[in-house]
T-cell receptor
Framework: DGGITQSPKYLFRKEGQNVTLSCEQNLNHDAMYWYRQDPGQGLRLIYY???????QKGDIAEGYSVSREKKESFPLTVTSAQKNPTAFYLC?????????FGPGTRLTVL | GEDVEQSLFLSVREGDSSVINCTYTDSSSTYLYWYKQEPGAGLQLLTY?????DMKQDQRLTVLLNKKDKHLSLRIADTQTGDSAIYFC??????????????FGTGTRLQVTL
């Protein structure tokens, strides 16, 4: 089955710790994206990558970092510099029209 | 700036039609999208329309685009309880050919009652 997987589904971390969220796709899509969703709000773009070893900041990149060493993988690290990291994080990929989303990771910082 | 607006909530009876509205701001948007999100899940791409089209129909879904007013709507015919979800519209604000930047609305929660 082709698709996008995100792990874990739920993640709890203590304040001040870095945490890495996984995103893998087997759709052979070139572009991948990370979004943040807060309650009652739309999605906000954190980072995106058009191709391996290349990525660009989105609208809210501060406090986050990414890497794109393989076409299939686009991990997101939430650093301790992110002031309010508790949110629902969504990964997506695309080739041509439309973006296709993973199931999301809910991060709670205690 | 880029702002996509949607009403927050819509309640319809099962079997009726639902119409979800969206206003976008970027007149150069190429594609406009409708996504569905069920509780605790990711977004599912429902349908999209290219900016040179006025209407697109896909089974129970009809998308209408009014470019002059920058207004997009999604009509769901014969609404079912399984259609209860949050619906997001999104406009393309940048297309590099490989990647596209989308701006999403805040979402409309559709509640279907019996």
């Amino acid at each position: 089955d082709g698709g996008i997987t995100q792990s874990p589904k739920y993640l709890f971390r203590k304040e001040g710790q870095n945490v890495t969220l996984s995103c893998e796709q087997n759709l052979n899509h070139d572009a991948m994206y990370w979004y943040r969703q807060d309650p009652g709000q739309g999605l906000r773009l954190i980072y995106y990558s058009q191709i391996v070893n290349d990525f660009q900041k989105g609208d809210i990149a501060e406090g986050y970092s990414v890497s794109r060493e393989k076409k299939e993988s686009f991990p997101l690290t939430v650093t301790s510099a992110q002031k309010n990291p508790t949110a629902f994080y969504l990964c997506a990929s695309s080739i041509g029209t439309g973006q296709y989303f993973g199931p999301g990771t809910r991060l709670t910082v205690l | 700036g880029e702002d996509v607006e949607q009403s927050l909530f819509l309640s319809v009876r099962e079997g009726d039609s639902s119409v979800i509205n969206c206003t976008y701001t970027d007149s150069s948007s190429t594609y406009l999208y409708w996504y569905k999100q069920e509780p605790g899940a990711g977004l599912q791409l429902l349908t999209y329309i290219f900016s040179n089209m006025d209407m697109k129909q896909d089974q129970r879904l009809t998308v209408l685009l009014n470019k002059k007013d920058k207004h997009l709507s999604l009509r769901i015919a014969d609404t079912q309880t399984g259609d209860s979800a949050i619906y997001f519209c999104a406009e393309t604000v940048l297309n590099t050919g490989t990647a596209s930047k989308l701006t999403f609305g805040t979402g409309t929660r559709l509640q279907v009652t019996l």
